[in-house]
């Protein structure tokens, strides 16, 4: 079955910094979403990547997706309280009929001020 | 546009008792979904429907958890009889429909906290 693991699980950084999370699959995937959570809500969608190198930002944030279509990283440039939250990246799995999202443990992010 | 509507926004019930969450999706969405997140995990889901039909419920542990979606609009999930296992984030999400090599962009709604004690 296809799992994700997303590093790293709790992330603490100071306000202006720029930051890294990770997500990598155990099979190749067929679509990866990001997605952000604050405490107590839902997800709110972020970006989707599907072809292999495939690079999209928003805002102050920028998701990559390796050739390999295994890998995805998402970066954020000079972090906010705002940018605060749990980070989840959600796969696609390559199976036919397949149409759910399987999700990794998320990331958890402090800004400190 | 209306989001995702769930209710209740928080339940606490003693184990063995029942319970049951309601969610809109967003109109026109066929395709709806029921996800259980527990504390310091991604959402798992438990069931998925395209209009009114089951599409994927091998997750849901079917001894105790029952979903319907009737009129293929709102949808409820009902947990009988309630573990402490439980306890976690209910939550629901849409999308217009399952299109092979379309966006499976899924709109989530708030969630309903499950404390059973």
């Known amino acids: 079955s296809q799992e994700l693991e997303q590093s790293p699980q709790s992330l603490i950084v100071q306000e202006g910094k720029n930051l890294t999370i990770n997500c990598t699959s155990s099979?190749?995937?067929?679509?990866l979403y990001w997605y952000k959570q604050k405490y107590g809500e839902g997800l709110i969608f972020l970006m989707m990547?599907?072809?292999?190198?495939e690079e999209k930002s928003h805002e102050k944030i920028t998701a990559k997706l390796d050739e390999k279509k295994q890998q995805s990283s998402l970066h954020i440039t000079a972090s906010q309280p705002s940018h605060a939250g749990i980070y989840l990246c959600?796969?696609?799995?390559?199976?036919?009929?397949?149409?759910?999202?399987?999700f990794g443990q998320g990331t958890r992010l402090t800004i400190n001020p | 546009e209306a989001g995702v509507a769930q209710s209740p926004r928080y339940k606490i019930i003693e184990k063995r008792q029942s319970v049951a969450f309601w969610c809109n999706p967003i109109?026109?969405?066929?395709?709806l979904y029921w996800y259980q997140q527990i504390l310091g995990q991604g959402p798992k889901l438990l069931i998925q429907?395209?209009?009114?039909?089951?599409?994927?419920d091998s997750q849901l542990p079917k001894d105790r958890f029952s979903a319907e979606r009737l009129k293929g609009v709102d949808s409820t999930l009902k947990i009988q009889p309630a573990k402490l296992e439980d306890s976690a984030v209910y939550l629901c999400?849409?999308?217009?429909?399952?299109?092979?090599?379309?966006?499976?962009?899924?709109?989530f709604g708030p969630g309903t906290r499950l404390t059973v004690t």
């Open positions: 429907f395209q209009n009114n039909g089951v599409v994927d």
């Open positions: 959600g796969a696609v799995p390559l199976i036919q009929g397949a149409q759910k999202l399987v």
């Open positions: 099979k190749t995937l067929y679509g």
């Open positions: 990547l599907q072809k292999g190198g």
């Open positions: 999400a849409s999308t217009r429909g399952l299109q092979r090599g379309s966006s499976y962009e899924q709109y």
């Open positions: 109109s026109g969405h066929a395709t």
